[in-house]
């Protein structure tokens, strides 16, 4: 990953802006959102890899800090939340696009799906994701 980085400051332009845009592993809620509520029905569990992944990109950009090839001006965090309509819809997105970072246990499945089965009838499940975004700027070297 440092190497992308050193890369990626090689071709920027002068001033350039690089953006680090990305969800963090923080076992992320499980809700049932209808038009008239907003229900807690689990977490996610973090997988050692979503874990590690963060970790090295967090070293990444620090190191590439340290040389002084970028410096950052801004970082926020926001929440991103991803629907489905039914929990079989979710289980299979988790299971095809997230089982090498996340997890939800049988104990978590179940009470997700009784909490949806007794939900309005608009109610969708969703999946309240942690995001950051930092801008860093090109230091000229």
């Known amino acids: 990953m440092v190497h992308a980085l050193h890369e990626i400051h090689r071709i920027l332009a ?20 209808s038009n008239r509520a907003t229900l807690k029905a689990g977490r996610v569990d973090d997988m050692p890899a979503g874990i590690e992944d963060d ?6 950009i620090a190191r590439v ?3 002084k090839l970028f ?18 819809e979710m289980q299979e997105y988790i299971d095809d696009d997230w ?3 996340v997890s939800i246990d049988e104990a978590a499945w179940k009470n997700i799906r009784s909490t949806w089965a007794v939900a309005d009838a608009d109610a969708r499940l ?5 995001m950051m975004i930092t801008r860093w700027r090109k230091i000229q070297s």
């Not at 969703?126 to 942690?130: L, N, P, S, Y």
Request: hydrophobic share 45%; net charge negative; charged share 25%.
């Open 65 to 67: 800090a340290t040389e």
């Open 126 to 130: 969703r999946i309240h994701v942690k």
């Open 55 to 60: 970790k090295a990109a967090n070293q990444a």
């Open 14 to 33: 002068p001033n350039g802006i690089l953006i680090d845009l990305r969800p963090l592993a923080d076992n992320w809620p499980v809700e049932v959102k």
């Open 71 to 88: 410096v950052q001006e801004q970082a926020e965090f926001f929440p991103f939340f991803y629907y489905w309509d039914s929990p079989k």
């Open 99 to 101: 089982a090498d970072f």
